[in-house]
């Protein structure tokens, strides 16, 4: 027999469902330290909640130890952005299940950590949970004069061989967290992602 309790709670359930909730979006932000994700996430946010905004003095970040969860609305869709620092490389991978979408940033000024980058890449767009994750690629710091070209930055990371052979739809912009170049690129990308 069915006790009385659970009758009343299941019939008020069916007269007063509760909301549905839309899929909540998890974004990963990637990339060694000191690419500029820290400055990249508060850029970002500030830009969604303000629209146009003026790019005044970036504010003081340090590298993240751990992960950042910042929650943003586009197109009336919740994104949440979890940056993870670059230091917690090896457990990305503990992540990468709850995901939807990943921001890779690379320091395109940091010739040295090129190649660490485009390995750390690689690994990220090998990951069988991120096979149907959308991945934008973000060449960050090209207001800095010693930046490789976007042609030169392609090349080193064969980045057209990349796409052509990952399975996850791939995405490149050039950026500037401290300018604020690209980033208006970068949040329409997040709107085009958020389901």
Known sequence: MVPREATVLHANAQRNPEPKMS??????????????????LKRLLKLS????????????????????????TLR????????????MGPIWPSYFNDCSSVIFVVDSSNIAQVSASCIQLLSVLSAEPLRDASVLIIF????????????????????DDVVACAPQPITMLEASARSGTGLREVLAWLESVAK
């Open 23 to 40: 899929r909540h979006e998890v974004c990963l932000l990637l990339g060694a330290t000191g690419v500029g994700k820290t400055l990249l």
């Open 49 to 72: 909640l303000q629209g146009a905004v003026e790019m005044d003095s970036p504010p003081h970040t340090l590298p993240t130890v751990g992960t950042n969860l910042t929650d943003m």
């Open 76 to 87: 009336r869709k919740k994104l949440t952005i979890r940056e993870l620092g670059g230091c």
């Open 140 to 159: 960050n710091k090209r207001d800095v004069h010693c930046t490789m070209s976007l042609v030169e930055m392609r090349s080193l990371f064969r980045l």
